[in-house]
């Protein structure tokens, strides 16, 4: 079990590093950086029983926000790392295959679309966007991104 938990936190760090500096990469094309204060506020929200909102940004403030958003960013990261090895077995990130990752990576695409965006009142696969498709676009690359990110981790530390 400290196998599991070792591997999955050290993967889906990786991962969600590999994720930031896509982000950041991005930047250069004139994307904005990521804003983890609503997410953050939405997880504060969850944790007290409320799943979705009209919208984030009119909800109560929380304290420490974007800290908490970052922490749970990468505590998803994590959690999806844990899934890949719950599933694929710990023999996984002993000899890993791309697959799997990329698998999890575009599962986590869905939890974004029908999870966290309709969470904080954008709508399914930020639907009520006026630029729903650049964001569905973005989510996609990004996450496959984090699915190379699952992958190139579990190579580096085999």
């Not at 990786?14 to 250069?28: E, H, N, V, Y």
């Not at 403030?61 to 844990?82: D, K, M, R, S």
């Amino acid at each position: 079990m400290v196998d599991l938990v070792y591997h999955a936190v050290v993967i889906g760090v990786g991962a969600t590093i590999l994720f930031d500096l896509w982000a950041q990469f991005l930047r250069l094309f004139g994307m904005p950086k990521p804003n983890w204060g609503p997410p953050g506020r939405w997880f504060a929200h969850l944790l007290r029983g409320r799943v979705t909102h009209e919208d984030i940004g009119k909800a109560e403030p929380v304290a420490n926000e974007v800290a908490l958003g970052w922490l749970f960013h990468y505590l998803v990261g994590i959690l999806f790392a844990g899934i890949l090895l719950a599933i694929w077995g710990i023999e996984w990130a002993r000899n890993p295959t791309f697959v799997p990752a990329l698998i999890v990576g575009l599962a986590t695409v869905g939890c974004g679309w029908f999870i966290l965006q309709p969470g904080m009142g954008l709508g399914i696969a930020a639907s009520k966007r006026p630029n729903a498709n650049q964001i569905r676009l973005l989510n996609i690359v990004g996450h496959t991104v984090f699915a190379i990110g699952l992958y190139g981790t579990a190579l580096l530390i085999r």
